[in-house]
């Protein structure tokens, strides 16, 4: 460029925002403007996630520098293939914001894998010990899930109980490990049809032996901690917070441990053998939920019950034995047989109620118990029943990997080491999004809403029309709402944005891969 036109520039660029846009004006179409790729999201989540320690715990190399933007493009986009992160990388100031030195491609990602899941444990000890000094006693919460998947070619992948309720899919389970806050702590990948109970071993010997925690109380469902779980964490010296099924109860209660008339609204405490505490509680809006529920069952039946007979009333030849046999199946499906009888009087069919059965079968209905082998003096009846129902943060992070914002499915990784890999990042992108939410949580803003306000903040860039080349870049001065969102988040933006030194690209184009729209 002329030197008089070099000089106005660096003057432009060292004053206030909207000098570009008078340079612009004064050139006489020799500069130009224009809208440059968005930063504003993409910046805030890269502050994020490096105040929170994880650019730091992947460490600086190339393979680092890729596992970092999987875990930054899966809190922009939910769900993304490593192609879409990719093609997610060019539409925005990726490059420049994060200084990348070396183009990479798809291959590049899906390579990355196996070097992410080598340092998992690496990673997750780095973040544990970059957190604030625990204290003496620890509480950790730990759950697991499961993940349905679209094909066969998954390495974990075999048939199981499937909680998405998907039938003819195969799946994955996952197990997650937080902190007493529902802060992740760590992510494993199991085959599709390991047990619950199984998982539970691996995460004793994670806080034991690899983050060297001392005073764990591990709280589970009653399904992941029972009688060899209980076992494995009192040998290494850590306590349990779990729940007792039905079964369990009504055998307390046949053995006199317990007594029905102590499941009231107030939890209340019974000591039992070996040191074992049992905290009883009823809870009154679960018992009007399974009441209505019953009755709403026998509404049904009672309506099929009558469409049934209406039907043998106008068919003379059509058989009792087949209508008692569809509507036998219907009070099995229901599970009311205890309860409620169905039997044949004069070829017509008739619905009894067993009223002391019914009432057997609801005697424990919105009751549950805790059971601990913590000391008293270590935590009261109402903190251990409290701790117990912290179990809810866990299964609000699993919704929020699965079905909300990160979409964790489908998965578009074949191998074990990119399945973990992929439940690696997700578990991170998970810990910017908990951050993102707790500070725009006083805005009524929800953490999509926030980032896509700030998508819109793009980069300004000065061109010369006769070369193409931008002489130079400002960021614009963010609109009202999205200062409350950087303020909320204590961040100050940037006055410019760095020139990117490379071109990300990939190497499936696609018109390649997508059917076209032509018979």
């Not at 715990?57 to 875990?71: D, K, N």
């Not at 991170?428 to 908990?434: D, E, F, I, S, Y």
């Amino acid at each position: 460029l002329p030197a008089q036109v070099l000089e106005a520039v660096r003057r432009a660029v060292a004053q206030p925002a909207d000098s570009l846009a008078k340079l612009a004006d004064t050139s006489d179409g020799s500069l130009r403007l224009r809208q440059g790729p968005s930063m504003g999201a993409l910046w805030t989540i890269d502050q994020v996630a490096q105040r929170l320690g994880i650019k730091k715990a992947l460490g600086v190399t190339r393979e680092a520098e890729l596992s970092y933007w999987q875990v930054l493009a899966r809190v922009l986009r939910p769900g993304p293939s490593l192609l879409a992160m990719v093609r997610l990388a060019t539409n925005c100031a990726a490059a420049a914001l994060l200084g990348w030195q070396r183009a990479f491609t798809e291959d590049d990602l899906y390579a990355n894998g196996a070097w992410l899941e080598g340092r998992h444990a690496v990673i997750e000890r780095r973040l544990w010990q970059a957190r604030p000094a625990p204290p003496k006693d620890q509480l950790f919460l730990y759950d697991v899930t499961s993940s349905y998947l679209e094909g066969d070619y998954n390495a974990l992948a075999a048939w199981g109980y499937n909680r998405d309720h998907k039938e003819g899919k195969k799946q994955v389970v996952v197990g997650l490990l937080t902190d007493s806050q529902g802060e992740p702590i760590s992510i494993q990948v199991y085959r599709g049809n390991t047990s619950d109970l199984k998982t539970f071993g691996q995460q004793v010997h994670k806080l034991k032996k690899e983050l060297g925690c001392e005073g764990v109380t591990l709280v589970g469902d009653r399904g992941m901690i029972r009688t060899d779980q209980k076992a494995a964490a009192q040998k290494a010296q850590f306590h349990f917070i779990t729940a007792l099924t039905k079964p369990q109860i009504e055998k307390l209660l046949a053995d006199k441990v317990l007594q029905l008339e102590l499941f009231e609204e107030k939890v209340h405490e019974v000591l039992g053998e070996n040191g074992r505490r049992f905290v009883l509680r009823r809870n009154p809006v679960r018992q009007t939920e399974v009441q209505r529920a019953r009755e709403q069952k026998q509404q049904a039946l009672e309506a099929a019950l009558k469409k049934a007979n209406t039907y043998l009333d106008e068919h003379p030849r059509a058989k009792v034995a087949t209508q008692r046999r569809h509507l036998a199946a219907r009070l099995e499906s229901f599970k009311v047989q205890d309860w409620l009888r169905l039997t044949v009087h004069e070829q017509r069919l008739v619905l009894t109620l067993d009223a002391p059965a019914l009432q057997a079968a609801a005697q424990l209905d919105g009751c549950y118990v805790v059971e601990t082998d913590l000391k008293t003096a270590h935590a009261d009846a109402q903190t251990i029943h409290d701790r117990y129902k912290d179990l809810a943060l866990v299964e609000r992070d699993f919704r929020t990997l699965k079905t909300g914002h990160l979409e964790i499915r489908p998965w578009f990784v074949c191998t074990e080491d990119n399945t973990q890999a992929h439940a690696l990042t997700a578990m991170l992108a998970l810990k910017v999004r908990r951050h993102l939410e707790r500070a725009w949580w006083s805005l009524e803003v929800t953490v999509e809403e926030g980032l896509s306000e700030l998508e819109q903040l793009c980069v300004i860039e000065l061109v010369h029309p006769g070369s193409g080349k931008v002489v130079a870049r400002q960021v614009p001065e963010p609109s009202a709402r999205q200062k409350q969102l950087l303020e909320a988040l204590k961040l100050v933006l940037p006055s410019t944005v760095p020139e990117a030194h490379v071109t990300v690209g990939t190497r499936k184009k696609i018109d390649q891969v997508r059917k076209s729209l032509e018979k």
